[in-house]
């Protein structure tokens, strides 16, 4: 039998699969839907999925010239670029030392990375906002970075993965010769590409989707980050301009969507880890 | 000419103490097997005199430097691990090449790109590849140079791992078993050319396997090691003829040696079951406990005749060249083995009754803590001609 025939099975799995597919993507699909409508269309009664006149010209052309999205995506794209370089490299010598090196401390700090997974952001949130005023850096790239520079699901994250790599390889780098930092950065790091990936993927995802910490320290447009460019664009301007405001929507997500499909399959390869193995 | 010496060097991990001060020295350009079972601290040996790990106590003398408080890389020690633990991201070539980069080039000459434009770089590059390509040559993986490890086979890889170990002419060259994950064949193909390199390159050689026919055909000396102590440290044909311990007696050997333990009477006569054997040690006081062995080619069967302690054979091993032959004794219940060739062992079955005998000289005894007695244990049999233990 080949894998490709259509046995009844396999229809019934492919279709409950679908189902699921169709049901999360829903509302993606009702906003790529409605960033085409008119205002007339989408307050009309019936539900259509294809808009009645195309208006997506319209609606972008709104979306660009009424907020200023250069400056969202670009804000948005330094301040993940940032996150995430820093995270890496504060999480990645953290994790190697704890799953590698010998220190008294070392099941204490343990103990503190399992705490910093069960403490949530919202949690210090307060404390942080004063800080940050105190010291006069709210609206800035700083206040917008700084709280996520160490991630202790990454230093988590690394050390699972690094705990699985053999001593063996890390003596041989040091009797070849290497330094700490050098068997980190030629030993480590090459052979950590998977953790990495799938560490980039839920960070970059989860600060550029952000709109909780932006809010609390920005309030300048200057430092708006993409979401949070979209709720003002909601409340100044467009109002109950839906079509405007999805296609705002679209633009925003569409370079994650779009990293998304590029990097498809190191984003499995990432999430399964399976990258040293044989 | 590289000197190496170890002395008591003790080791605990959290309580267990591993390494119970091992003393060892190695002569220029010495090739020493250390075998042991599983689990004695070979590879913990190894990994401290590497300077991966610190000993508890103990000096470790390399050319009349202690180096106990030098960095692993400053001790210019080599190693092939067990599990070869070549660099998976890079190709053979890379991976040969590594310690000579971290050698020979400084921090700067190691930038990428920019590198290349500092003066001398080029030339030290260069050096590197000739260097790489030559000791691939010496070991035949020239044709393997672009793969990476994922894409060779483990007797390559062992080569791969050989050659980076080698390529940057250590001072000491330490071997963690190197081929215990080859297959039967190529393990002994490999054990010659290990020897053969090492003969070449003349550094002093510590090889750890738990392959008893590895370590006596390979190394010029054997040191047994068992439960973190240094038992013994011989000659191969020493280590086989004349163990100085209970344990190097059981360790060394194919099949395993043949004991019997039994107690000292008045004069040093030893009892086996109903048979009477003296010691030429008669200071033995009575009542001490002695274990008696002898390998198993020195121990005669034979059909008829009443010289030898009676038995009866259980079960025989064809091996082709040799017979091995399991009887046990009727006196006392022990089951004896012995290697003989295929005529003597002609028409031998279960349930054959059959005398065992051995001469004199081969028999050793050892005391109650292990340690080998007198050099020439068994003057004469009390009551038979010789008996067996
Ligand atoms: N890092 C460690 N922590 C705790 N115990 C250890 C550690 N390394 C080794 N041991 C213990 O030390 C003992 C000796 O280990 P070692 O690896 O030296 O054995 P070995 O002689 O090389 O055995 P094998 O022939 O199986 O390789 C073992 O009982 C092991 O459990
Ligand atoms: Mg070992």
């Known amino acids: ?278 | 000419m590289t000197t190496l010496s170890l002395s008591n060097i003790q080791k605990s991990f959290g309580g267990n103490h591993i390494l119970k001060g091992v003393s060892l020295d190695v002569q220029p350009g010495e090739f020493i097997a250390l075998v042991g079972p599983s689990g004695c601290g070979k590879s913990t040996l190894l990994r401290i005199l590497a300077g991966l790990d610190s000993a508890d106590s103990g000096e470790i003398v390399i050319n009349g430097r202690e180096v106990s408080g030098t960095q692993a890389a400053d001790r210019n020690i080599a190693m092939v691990f067990q599990s070869y633990a070549l660099y998976p991201h890079l190709t053979a070539a890379q991976n040969i090449a590594v310690p000579l980069v971290m050698r020979r080039l400084t921090r700067t000459q190691q930038i990428p790109f920019v590198a290349p434009l500092i003066p001398g770089q080029r030339k030290a590059v260069a050096e590197i590849h000739r260097d790489v390509r030559e000791m691939a040559a010496s070991l035949k993986i020239d044709h393997l140079l672009d793969r990476k490890p994922g894409q060779m086979s483990g007797g390559q890889r062992q080569r791969v791992a050989l050659a980076r170990a080698m390529v940057r002419r250590p001072a000491v060259f330490l071997m963690d078993e190197p081929l215990s994950n080859l297959d039967a064949n190529l393990r002994v193909h490999a054990r010659g050319e290990i020897v053969e390199l090492h003969r070449r390159a003349g550094v002093p050689t510590l090889y750890v396997t738990h392959d008893q026919a590895e370590a006596l055909s390979m190394a010029d000396r054997v040191a047994v090691m068992i439960g973190g102590s240094l038992l013994q440290l011989a000659a191969p044909q020493v280590i086989y003829d004349d163990p100085q311990h209970i344990e190097v007696a059981k360790f060394v050997g194919q099949p395993r040696i043949n004991l019997v333990s039994s107690h000292a009477e008045a004069n040093g006569v030893v009892a086996l079951g109903t048979e009477r054997c003296a010691l030429a040690n008669r200071g033995l006081a009575a009542g001490t406990s002695v274990t008696l062995g002898v390998r198993s080619e020195f121990v005669r069967v034979s059909r008829s005749g009443n010289a030898g302690l009676p038995a009866h054979v259980e079960r025989v091993e064809f091996l082709g060249s040799e017979i091995i032959v399991y009887s046990k004794l009727d006196a006392i219940g022990e089951t004896m083995i012995a290697k003989v060739t295929p005529a003597e062992g002609a028409g031998l079955g279960p349930g054959t009754p059959v005398r065992l005998s051995a001469a004199a000289e081969h028999i050793m005894v050892f005391g109650a803590d292990g340690a080998r007695l007198a050099s020439a244990p068994l003057v004469k049999s009390a009551v038979k001609e010789v008996a067996y233990a």
């Open chain 1, 1 to 278: 039998m080949s894998p490709n025939a259509f046995t009844l099975g396999r229809i019934v799995r492919l279709s409950i699969l679908s189902l699921g597919a169709l049901l999360f993507l829903a509302p993606y699909i009702f906003m790529i839907s409605t960033a085409g409508k008119a205002q007339s269309d989408i307050f009309t009664s019936s539900l259509n999925l294809i808009p009645q006149h195309w208006f997506y010209a319209e609606n972008f052309a709104k979306a660009w010239s009424r907020v200023h999205m250069p400056t969202l995506l670009f804000n948005g794209v330094i301040v993940c670029l940032m996150i995430l370089v820093i995270q890496v490299v504060i999480a990645i010598p953290c994790a190697y030392a704890m799953a590698k090196l010998k220190f008294r401390a070392a099941k204490a700090m343990m103990v503190l990375v399992m705490l910093g997974l069960l403490v949530p952001i919202h949690a210090t949130a307060l404390p942080l906002y004063v800080a940050f005023d105190r010291v006069g850096a709210l609206n800035s790239y700083m206040a917008l970075v700084a709280p996520f520079s160490i991630s202790v699901f990454g230093i988590f994250l690394f050390l699972q993965f690094f705990r699985a790599m053999p001593d063996d390889l890390i003596h041989a780098a040091r009797l070849d010769g290497m330094s700490e930092i050098g068997v980190i950065a030629r030993v480590i790091v090459p052979n950590a590409w998977p953790a990495i990936t799938a560490f980039s993927i839920f960070s970059v995802v989860a600060h550029w989707n952000d709109l909780y910490w932006p809010l609390i320290v920005v309030s300048d447009q200057a430092y708006a980050t993409p979401p949070l460019g979209l709720l003002y664009f909601r409340a100044a301007e467009a109002g109950d301009d839906y079509g405007a405001l999805m296609a705002a929507t679209l633009i925003i997500t569409s370079p994650l969507v779009a990293a998304f499909l590029i990097a498809q399959k190191r984003f499995v390869e990432g999430i399964t880890m399976t990258g040293l193995k044989g």
